[in-house]
């Protein structure tokens, strides 16, 4: 009997066989995809992981449009302080902050009473006074001899004209007539001084001169301070004119000061002023006259910025200050600012998320696409800038741009110099 081979004939493999090998390439065939497959996922995700994601702009020209809002508080443009004539006790107060008065309103009232009693105790002893002088000059005139007071007379009429001549002397501006008019008053001076009688009198009199100027004074001050006060002896403090009430330091039981404002008034006539703090940057790009919108309420006013000047509220910050009408509001009202200017013209601008710094100063980061047999690879370089001017979105710069150049605007994660991109899509 023949010997049976795993062949049939003529060297073929049989059917079963043939069918298991097929079946074992082909799982090869799908471990070998699924492994690629796997493979490339892998790739990506490490890709994803390492790979920054960035979106682009380009380089314009133009342009940039610098825009300033902010607010601030209205305020008086003139100021009216209203001063305590006197130093008394405050026994009522009709100002509060923000009322409106008219001139001649009550603002506070004032105790009197002792401000008229130390009044009419002045001018009691300043009467005294005046009597006991009155007396001493007669005392004085009657120990005087007919003869000395003709004496004195004569010599009084005598230098009251060698006055006159000293007077023409110096409108004459003739030294020599001035030096010998000078010599005759001096010389008739002396004689009236030196008699001692007359010296004794004529002292006496000027005493008693001072003291009339002085019982004057008293009774002048008597009556101003009771022609002031009511019945009560209280004195009310009046609105000096029309505005609005913005201080009031006075308070009931305290004690008034000439030297403080009791009440501080924003005159009605005198306009508004509104102020806002801005950044250095910000400032710098406007000019005193530069117009603005104010919105009081709810009106638009336009105004010009009267002046710039470093804020003493915040170190670095500028004020800008701008006059308003009256009708504008009432001072401590809230307004809101906007300024718009547009700078000069720049042959490169691009957006402010575009900028970067480090150590090294400012900078952009530009893309470089490079195509090879792997494809195209995506790189970005490190280019230096200098800011010439920015506004709230832009800026201007010089550097190593050109219109041809294309940057990172933004970036998913940090980058460095030469780094692989990838472009957003």
């Known amino acids: 009997m023949a010997m049976m081979t795993a062949r049939g004939a003529g060297g073929v493999p049989p059917e079963g066989i043939t069918r298991e090998r097929r079946a074992a390439a082909g799982k090869a065939l799908a471990v070998f995809l699924g492994a690629m497959a796997l493979l490339t996922w892998t790739n990506r995700i490490l890709e994803n992981m390492t790979i920054a994601t960035v979106s682009t702009a380009s380089i314009q020209r133009g342009s940039l449009e610098i825009q300033v809002s902010a607010s601030g508080t209205l305020a008086a443009r003139t100021l009216i302080p209203v001063y305590a004539p006197e130093s008394a006790k405050v026994t009522r107060v009709n100002a509060s902050a923000g009322a409106s008065v008219n001139a001649g309103d009550p603002l506070f009232t004032l105790d009197y009473t002792d401000i008229i009693k130390s009044s009419s105790d002045a001018l009691d002893n300043a009467r005294a006074d005046l009597d006991s002088k009155r007396q001493s000059l007669d005392w004085a005139a009657a120990d005087l001899p007919a003869s000395a007071m003709s004496r004195l007379n004569d010599r009084l009429a005598n230098l009251d004209a060698l006055a006159e001549k000293l007077d023409e002397a110096n409108a004459s501006g003739s030294p020599e007539a001035i030096a010998k008019a000078l010599s005759n008053y001096d010389e008739e001076k002396r004689r009236l001084d030196g008699d001692k009688a007359i010296r004794d009198y004529m002292a006496k009199l000027d005493a ?60 009605a006539d ?156």
């Open 270 to 425: 005198g306009g508004l002023t509104v102020s806002i703090t801005v950044a250095e940057d910000q400032a710098a790009a406007f000019t005193v006259g530069d117009a603005a919108t104010v919105y009081a309420g709810e009106t638009a006013y336009q105004a010009a910025i009267e002046s710039i000047s470093p804020s003493a509220a915040q170190a670095g910050s500028f004020d800008l200050a701008f006059a308003l009408p009256s009708a504008a509001g009432a001072p401590g009202v809230s307004a809101t600012v906007r300024l718009s200017k547009r700078s000069a013209s720049y042959d490169t601008i691009i957006p402010l998320s575009a900028l970067r710094v480090d150590g090294d100063g400012d900078f952009v980061y530009a893309i470089s696409q490079n195509t090879s047999a792997l494809g195209t690879v995506t790189t970005v370089s490190r280019v230096g800038v200098t800011i010439l001017e920015q506004d709230n979105t832009r800026a201007a710069l010089a550097g190593g741009l050109s219109q041809r150049d294309t940057i990172v605007a933004r970036s998913d994660r940090a980058l460095g110099d030469g780094d692989r991109v990838r472009l957003e899509e």
């Open 208 to 267: 008693l001169e001072a003291s009339q100027r002085k019982y004057g004074d008293a009774e002048e001050d008597y009556q101003s301070v009771m022609s002031a006060v009511d019945g009560d002896g209280l004195f009310v403090v009046t609105a000096p004119g029309s505005g609005t009430v913005t201080k009031v330091s006075a308070s009931v039981g305290s004690m008034s000061s000439p030297a403080s404002a009791a009440v501080m008034i924003a005159d």
